[in-house]
């Protein structure tokens, strides 16, 4: 699995979950979202050329923590298109797992 591929001027990332399950959602979500900025960087692009990301939540209770960390992150000039859902993940350790398309 690639965590990235580019194509098209245009670079579609595999949905990314936290390294530390221990974590609460909020500090899932940093992890997340740092590894997001890594595999950006690899590609030559950053968050504020992201165009979509689609966030997946165990629980959407979560939703305003989780929330709260992407809004403090998210680029304010570079807002993506966004859907957030409560979905069934990998494992049950896993919180959040975000996915994103980004422009080169």
Do not use: C
Request: aromatic residues 6%.
């Amino acid at each position: 699995m690639s965590q990235g591929v580019v194509a098209g001027g245009v670079v579609y990332l595999a949905g990314q979950v936290a390294d530390n399950t221990n974590a609460d959602v909020k500090g899932q979500t940093e992890q997340v979202l740092a590894k997001i900025d890594a595999v950006l960087a690899k590609a030559g692009t950053s968050k504020s050329r992201l165009l979509s990301a689609n966030i997946y939540l165990k629980d959407m209770a979560h939703f305003g923590a989780m929330n709260q960390v992407w809004d403090a992150w998210v680029a304010a000039d570079g807002k993506p298109a966004r859907a957030t859902v409560q979905a069934a993940l990998a494992t049950p350790a896993y919180l959040v797992e975000i996915q994103a398309v980004a422009a080169l």
